[in-house]
């Protein structure tokens, strides 16, 4: 069965209470993106080295890593004019 951005990201959506809403899609920032980078690679190391699915997360933790870096390339300009 083929792992597909999806497929891991419903498997693994945080959801927090914080007062009286729910947390989880809108807090997804660099952070989120780091962390679900580091689960698909620990993931990816615990499969045999010919097992399809860990080229799939290992390119899928790249596309997060990725995707905080763009979130925090977006948020470093919009920072610097705050101040």
């Excluded at 920032?29 to 679900?36: G, L, Q, S």
Aim: net charge positive; aromatic share 8%.
């Amino acid at each position: 069965m083929p792992v597909t951005a999806a497929f891991v990201l419903a498997l693994t959506l945080p959801f927090q209470r914080r007062g009286d809403r729910l947390r989880g899609a809108a807090s997804m920032d660099a952070t989120y993106f780091r962390e679900k980078a580091e689960t698909c690679l620990r993931l990816a190391r615990g499969l045999s080295w010919n097992n399809p699915a860990r080229g799939e997360l290992t390119e899928l933790a790249e596309e997060f890593h990725r995707q905080a870096d763009e979130i925090e390339a977006a948020a470093s300009p919009q920072q610097s004019r705050a101040r």
